[in-house]
């Protein structure tokens, strides 16, 4: 008897202690940090990657054979070299040929041009005084005609022995020659870009294939220039799947008028296909994942109340909040992992 009555004694006090326990926590407050909801702006986007190039490239050959000799640059008063930026029609190099250059008699062609085109006129003149007949006038314009063929052709082929730049750009490759030294026609002697807008080819999941769309803007970043973003968009989408990667093809057009990426270098990109203003937008590493849903903390009178969010866009960092939250609440950015709802809490900076 005497036994039991100490059993039911210390019964009564761990009951005691225990409920003690519990209105002592019910007094701690656990200590967070806040932010306060206000509307903000989101875009949604796709991360790829890709390599860059130039929208002109060009790799130009001697179209004939003769003695190499390398311009002069007006800009620097240097022979030509690497890196240098030349505008369109400037003359980069000629291929010298004497006997090339003499059997295209361009002094004579230019003469019988002229002799026949004064004929010609003549002729004319005669022909509506009754002079000529219209068989000769028609013989002497075939003549001019003719002359005239003849002599663009000559400059045509004179061309040939200069070196021009097609478009403005910068010379890439120049393969060093020693003046004056024979070279064979079909010789590459220049390789130049024009890298001022530049071509990224993307390759994008099948997912994605309706969502992406031309002319969506694209960030455009890359590790050497840290502090600098470029804007590209989206220029091409081909409408078919590679059946071994299910991905699909886009190019992406990019302006670098500043010159800051180079081609060949791999850039990082960030397709931005939605985005909306006045929003609720929250940090997605605050966001519980738990079987009732996704969750975040809000307080109200010194209590921390859990509340079930619906998310709308979204990237990688961030969330628009479409239901479970208000503007101007007080939700909790830390110290939100121990705590359940309607736990007291104390909110510091």
């Known amino acids: 008897m005497k036994r039991i009555a100490i059993i039911l004694l210390a019964t009564v006090l761990l009951a005691s202690c225990d409920d003690e326990g519990k209105d002592l926590n019910k007094d701690i407050s656990v200590p967070v940090s806040v932010m306060e909801i206000t509307p903000g702006s989101l875009e ?22 003769g003695s190499y000799q390398l311009m002069k640059n007006p800009a620097t008063k240097k022979p030509y070299a690497l890196g240098d930026y030349v505008k369109a029609g400037a003359e980069i190099l000629r291929i010298e040929d004497k006997e090339y250059e003499n059997n295209i008699k361009i002094k004579s062609l230019e003469l019988q041009l002229e002799i026949s085109e004064q004929i ?36 045509i082929r004179l061309k040939k022995m200069n070196v021009v730049a097609p478009f403005s750009g910068t010379i890439v490759e120049l393969p060093y020659k020693t003046s004056g030294t024979r070279i064979e026609a079909s010789t590459d002697v220049l390789r130049m870009m024009d890298y001022r807008n530049l071509l990224m080819d993307l390759n994008l999941a099948v997912k994605n294939m309706e969502i992406v769309k031309v002319g969506q803007k694209v960030r455009i970043m890359n590790y050497t220039i840290p502090d600098d ?94 239901s479970g939250l208000e503007i101007k609440e007080k939700m909790v950015t830390k110290g939100y992992e121990t705590l359940r709802n309607k736990s007291k809490v104390k909110v510091v900076k």
């Open 229 to 322: 973003t470029l804007t590209g968009v989206i220029a091409q989408l081909s409408p078919s799947i590679d059946p071994q990667s299910r991905s699909f093809k886009a190019v992406v057009n990019i302006k670098n008028k500043e010159l800051l990426l180079r081609p060949g270098m791999f850039a990082k990109g960030e397709i931005i296909v939605a985005s909306k203003d006045s929003i609720i937008v929250i940090p997605k590493n605050i966001i519980l994942s738990k079987q009732r849903g996704n969750t975040v903390f809000v307080i109200d009178k010194g209590l921390a109340q859990e509340r079930v969010i619906t998310f709308g866009l979204e990237n990688p960092e961030y969330v628009e909040v479409v």
């Open 120 to 155: 010609f006129e003549k002729q004319k003149s005669l022909y509506k005084k009754g002079g000529v007949t219209l068989s000769e006038l028609k013989n002497s314009e075939i003549e001019f005609i003719n002359s005239k063929y003849s002599y663009e052709d000559a400059l």
């Open 44 to 65: 949604e986007y796709i991360s790829t990657t890709g390599t860059v190039n130039p929208v002109k490239e060009v790799t130009l050959k001697a179209e004939i054979s």
